[in-house]
């Protein structure tokens, strides 16, 4: 099981891979790009030193760019080492699923051979995975065809220890991408060169179109050409077969479509916002078969000195493999490793996106809010004038704290989620959006447990009853297969759009919007009903029963403040039912 802080911990790792990655794809040229590389691995990997070692024509490897120690960089950048050393390190050591780690006891025979190095003595190791100065991490690249570009080193994580499997993970994806952006690089040179041959003369023009072509067909990736200006402006005129084999399409196919023919409904807006020169984009473009493939459009403007732009130059990289870890990852991070709902930062997420600061009832009238300007003035009470100024709640506005209101803040329930700020949470529209002409569609809660018309977003918290006693008995292991079977029915018992969420032991929250309070109880006893049958583990049936408390989110509220309402009702529900009818549901 997870701890609670890791998903924050990877989420937080995978922000600041994004940053650097991004980075990546800034650099104009090759030399930029590797020292974009080594830069991004000091500044966000969390190590002090890393070289890239570029393999040259000859085979052999270079240090092309180094970053955390000027000395070392002066010392090192430069030199060259052979193939034949570079491929005997990489064969050494242990292999962390593509990386290469050489600890220090079986290093030491590298001291002698051509391989550029730098380090520096120590002490042994106090504990196991502690890094010594002379342990070696190795991260090699290589092209779309296999063939090695290059070997990342890194040295001395600020850690002092060596990374474990998340760690690891980040640097091979690293690795990956870093590998993606230097055959950009290279290509860009490539293809920069002939776009100036093609702005000259006529001549000129001539003698780089063997270049152009070879450089366009034979691309790793995929590469357009599309019309610009006129009727036909953004259909595709040229295709390599790199981006054919990519759509699963023939290029005599391709050339009735344009890219906006292509793209997925939701990414439209995403090309069009593009622009042409210099534009970059990350959508989705339809294949053949019906399905969508992630891919990064990269677009030059090919012109004429005479005429001005003849044609656009799109290159399309596919980054499917990128994105499945990126929403991998994201998912990891937002839900619950055991039933794979949402976890209770993703639930308190989406509910804080449902709320702005400011009830709906300072809304509800002129006079209402010309009583709030004059409050508290010396010798007028809005107030008092009114008999009281009530929410929509009928309840007065700002309450006392901690009173129960139409809530459920009963003082005697658990405090669970207090000591959060209750105006801080996810999701919530910055103060500059609370003005009288704001759009947000502000969520409003029935004002009494009688169904009264009003529809709002229901919170119905669950807690198990008797499934402490599944787990002393059977194990952890009988108590897992209980949550996931739970999970199951209450993801099942609900609509399409509801949340079904994990807030961590045997608690769960369902948020489902446009209903009334005869709704909510409703939907209450139908989850209660599919709870309680008996559940089949490793041929034992068990049975679990459920309580369920019912808030109503409302804006004003926090969403600590709604998920607490909601747990103490049901508290109050829960002691209001003998212990043994509540194992019977």
Not at 398 to 413: L, T
Request: charge should be negative.
């Amino acid at each position: 099981m997870e701890t609670e802080s890791e998903p924050y911990v990877r989420l937080a790792t995978l922000r600041q891979l994004h940053r650097v990655v991004a980075e990546l794809n800034t650099a104009r040229s090759l030399a930029d790009t590797l020292q974009t590389v080594v830069d991004g691995i000091v500044v966000g990997l969390g190590y002090e030193l890393a070289c890239v070692n570029l393999v040259r024509p000859d085979g052999d490897l270079v240090v092309a760019a180094f970053a955390g120690d000027p000395a070392a960089e002066a010392l090192i950048t430069g030199r060259v080492g052979s193939r034949a050393s570079w491929e005997r390190r990489l064969t050494m050591g242990e292999n962390w699923d593509g990386l290469r780690f050489i600890p220090h006891t079986e290093g030491w025979v590298l001291m002698e051979d051509d391989v550029p190095q730098w380090h520096t003595d120590g002490p042994d190791p106090r504990f196991e995975d502690e890094w010594h100065p002379e342990d070696r991490l190795y991260a090699p690249m290589y092209a779309s065809g296999g063939e090695l570009l290059g070997v990342i080193s890194v040295d001395r994580p600020r850690n002092g220890r060596r990374p474990g499997a998340w760690g690891r993970e980040a640097l091979q994806m690293y690795a990956f991408q870093a590998a993606i952006a230097i055959s950009n690089a290279r290509l860009r040179a490539n293809m920069q060169r002939a776009l100036v041959r093609l702005e000259r003369e006529q001549q000129a023009l001539r003698a780089s179109e063997e270049s152009f072509r070879q450089a366009f067909e034979y691309a790793p990736s995929g590469m357009a050409i599309a019309e610009m200006g006129g009727d036909q402006h953004g259909r595709l005129l040229r295709t390599n077969d790199a981006l054919c084999r990519l759509l699963g399409r023939p290029a005599s196919v391709l050339r009735r479509y344009s890219f906006s023919d292509l793209v997925h409904p939701e990414d439209i807006g995403t090309l069009l916002r593009t622009s042409a020169e210099g534009g970059r984009a990350e959508l989705r473009l339809g294949r053949r078969d019906g399905t969508y493939v992630w891919v990064s459009l990269r677009n030059s403007v090919v012109a004429d000195a005479a005429d001005g732009p003849r044609f656009l130059l799109t290159h399309v990289e596919d980054i499917e493999e990128r994105k499945r870890h990126e929403l991998q990852l994201a998912h990891r991070a937002s839900h619950d490793s055991l039933t794979g709902l949402p976890n209770s930062a993703e639930l308190r997420a989406r509910l804080g996106a449902r709320l702005c600061r400011r009830p709906q009832s300072v809304r509800a009238s002129a006079i209402e809010a010309l009583d709030a300007a004059f409050e508290g003035r010396d010798g007028y009470d809005g107030h008092a004038a009114h008999g009281g100024h009530a929410g929509h709640d009928g309840h007065p506005v700002g309450a006392e704290a901690g009173g129960a209101g139409e809530h459920g803040f009963h003082a005697d329930g658990p405090d669970r989620f207090a000591g959060a700020d209750p105006f801080e949470f996810p999701g919530a529209p910055p103060a500059a959006s609370d003005g009288p002409y704001d759009h947000h569609v502000h969520t409003v809660a029935p004002a009494t447990d009688i169904d009264d018309g009003t529809k709002g977003l229901a919170v119905l918290f669950c807690d198990l009853d008797g499934f402490k006693s599944i787990n002393d008995r059977f194990g952890h292991h009988t108590g897992d297969a209980v949550l996931i079977e739970v999970a199951r029915r209450l993801t099942t018992g609900v609509r399409d759009g509801d949340t079904v969420a994990r807030l961590g032991g045997d608690e769960f929250v369902v948020l489902a919007d446009g209903l009334g309070a005869a709704d909510a109880a409703d939907l209450a006893v139908r989850l209660r009903n599919a709870i309680i049958p008996p559940i089949r583990v490793d041929g034992r049936a068990v049975r679990v029963g459920a309580s369920f408390g019912i808030g109503w989110a409302s804006c004003g509220m926090s969403a600590d403040e709604v998920l607490r309402s909601a747990d103490q009702r049901m508290y109050i529900e829960k002691r209001s039912r003998s212990k043994a009818h509540r194992r019977a549901g």
